[in-house]
């Protein structure tokens, strides 16, 4: 064979195969998991600023005691959370929510992580639904109180005390108002619950 010659192989055609057809690609289908997990994370945010507002209202309620500098041997004016019922419920049931807050963030992380998992979702919708229960009795009780601190009431012979015992008062006040927070959060907290498990 001469070096400018060109040499052609014939290579015969496999039978079975067919011309002018390609392979058609599956494309895979996105995962619908996007708004869900864009409500847990949602869902978590809102759980740690819960749990912030409900430690917040059990400490500055814990600490609200006030004396007032004139006293005698026999006499001391003192104003203390533990000296009414209604704040020392605020303030058990304020340390339990803030408690059930802490632990409840797992199961967020959980729902963040598995998107269409029900199952934790359901878990948190039910216990906030208590939680919330528990939450806004406490703030409604201490906000009774701390409206008669402010204002007294004058059928039932009740004085104002916030004007001797301002400190006392400024602390309460803003126990109630970090709590009404916690309340607000829980039911953001529900409505992402509910959004999330709804069905498409």
Same mark, same amino acid.
């Given at each position: 064979? !001469? $070096?400018?010659?060109?040499? @052609?192989? &014939?290579?015969?055609?496999? $039978? ?8 058609? =690609? ?5 995962? !619908? ?12 945010? =809102? ?12 400490? @500055?309620?814990?600490?609200?005691? #006030? +004396?007032?500098? /004139? /006293?005698? #041997?026999? /006499? ?5 959370? &533990? &000296? *009414? ?18 632990? $409840? ?7 963040? %992580? ?12 039910? *216990? ?19 409206? =008669?601190?402010? +204002?007294?009431?004058? +059928?039932? +012979? ?8 301002? &400190?006392?008062? #400024? ?11 916690? %309340?607000? $959060? ?15």
């Amino acid at each position: 064979m !001469k $070096s400018g010659e060109a040499t @052609t192989i &014939d290579v015969p055609e496999a $039978s079975g195969t067919t011309k002018g057809k390609a392979p058609i =690609l599956m494309v895979p289908r996105k995962e !619908k998991g996007g708004m869900k997990r864009g409500l847990a994370i949602i869902d978590l945010i =809102l759980r740690i600023g819960a749990m912030v507002a409900a430690l917040a209202a059990a400490a @500055t309620m814990g600490t609200s005691d #006030q +004396n007032l500098p /004139f /006293f005698t #041997q026999f /006499f001391q004016f003192e104003a203390s959370y &533990d &000296d *009414m019922p209604s704040f020392e419920f605020f303030l058990i049931a304020m340390s339990i929510v803030a408690g059930y807050l802490v632990l $409840s963030l797992p199961f967020s992380i959980v729902a963040i %992580v598995r998107p269409h998992a029900g199952g934790p979702r359901l878990l948190l919708l039910i *216990m906030d639904i208590v939680a919330l229960t528990l939450a806004t009795s406490a703030a409604a009780a201490a906000t009774s109180i701390v409206y =008669l601190a402010h +204002n007294g009431n004058s +059928n039932s +012979n009740w004085l104002a005390i916030c004007n001797q015992f301002g &400190d006392f008062c #400024q602390k309460v006040s803003g126990a109630v108002v970090a709590s009404f927070i916690t %309340v607000v $959060s829980f039911m953001f907290l529900i409505l992402l619950s509910a959004l999330a498990l709804r069905k498409h």
